[in-house]
T-cell receptor, first 114, second 115 residues
């Protein structure tokens, strides 16, 4: 069975603080893909990153960085120097190579206070 | 950046009525999907579509649901007889592949309200 766990329901930090959103996944597929999406209050799902299981290099994009640890089945997301515009619900998702559907975590609501 | 386009953005319907939600996937993508999100809950997979047929569907996608790609650009989701519990945000998605694997993009969603 495939599963994605985002244990943090809601995180609230003050602007300019760093914040890490946790994601733990379960899958039996040897090849799989991990995704992070941002859902701002307007409701759309914004693609942030896609990571393959066979590519363990961590990635940085501006203030965003992702730490993929296959040994602990985690794919955590860090925002450095957070800004109010980062306030949103963030979803982690998994797709195994044996099927087509994305399995979603419950999401973490991130609140950045000015 | 190419986009997945969904229309309408909001749809209000009476219980028992048929609705059709429309999507224009990214033009060179080959895989198409519908997901839904009931207010405040996680995103749920409905169906995937490839090579003009359903490749996978969830338990939610029962006989009341159908998908179609009527021409080379549109991808539609039809709900034959809507129920109150069908009220949700419906997201269309499409994916293509590059050397690093699949990239999956979502439309802005259609908010369906069944009264």
């Amino acid at each position: 069975a495939q599963k994605v766990t985002q244990a943090q329901t809601e995180i609230s930090v003050v602007e300019k603080e760093d914040v890490t959103l946790d994601c733990v996944y379960e899958t039996r597929d040897t090849t799989y893909y991990l995704f992070w999406y941002k859902q701002p209050p307007s409701g759309e799902l914004v693609f942030l990153i896609r990571r393959n299981s066979f590519d363990e290099q961590n990635e940085i994009s501006g203030r965003y960085s992702w730490n993929f640890q296959k040994s602990t089945s985690s794919f955590n997301f860090t925002i450095t120097a957070s800004q109010v515009v980062d306030s949103a619900v963030y979803f982690c998702a998994l797709r195994g190579d044996s099927n087509y559907q994305l399995i979603w975590g419950a999401g973490t609501k991130l609140i950045i206070k000015p | 950046e190419p986009e997945v386009t969904q229309t309408p953005s909001h749809q209000v319907t009476q219980m028992g009525q048929e609705v059709i939600l429309r999507c224009v996937p990214i033009s060179n993508h080959l895989y198409f999907y519908w997901y839904r999100q009931i207010l405040g809950q996680k995103v749920e997979f409905l169906v995937s579509f490839y090579n003009n047929e359903i490749s996978e569907k969830s338990e939610i996608f029962d006989d009341q649901f159908s998908v179609e790609r009527p021409d080379g650009s549109n991808f539609t989701l039809k709900i034959r007889s809507t129920k109150l519990e069908d009220s949700a945000m419906y997201f269309c998605a499409s994916s293509g592949r590059d050397t690093r694997g699949e990239k999956l993009f979502f439309g802005s969603g259609t908010q369906l309200s069944v009264l």
